[in-house]
């Protein structure tokens, strides 16, 4: 269920990279879904990092490093 959730949100990520993309290419210069694009890329990235540090933290995502 954590990984499909980590999925879900790196496609979110994604899906707002193209689409602030298409809005900086197309619209005119007075509007803001560029800006707002990024608002929602940097929110969602915030949000992954979280939850992959808890995941990480509480067990219930393993990481396959090797140690140092």
Excluded: E, Q, Y
């Amino acid at each position: 269920m954590l990984k499909v959730l980590i999925v879900l949100i790196l496609a979110g990520i994604i899906a707002s990279l193209f689409s602030s993309f298409f809005f900086l290419m197309k619209d005119d210069s007075g509007s803001h879904r560029t800006v707002n694009g990024l608002i929602v890329r940097v929110s969602l990235s915030a949000l992954l990092l979280i939850l992959i540090g808890v995941a990480a933290m509480t067990g219930n995502l393993s990481l396959n490093a090797p140690p140092f």
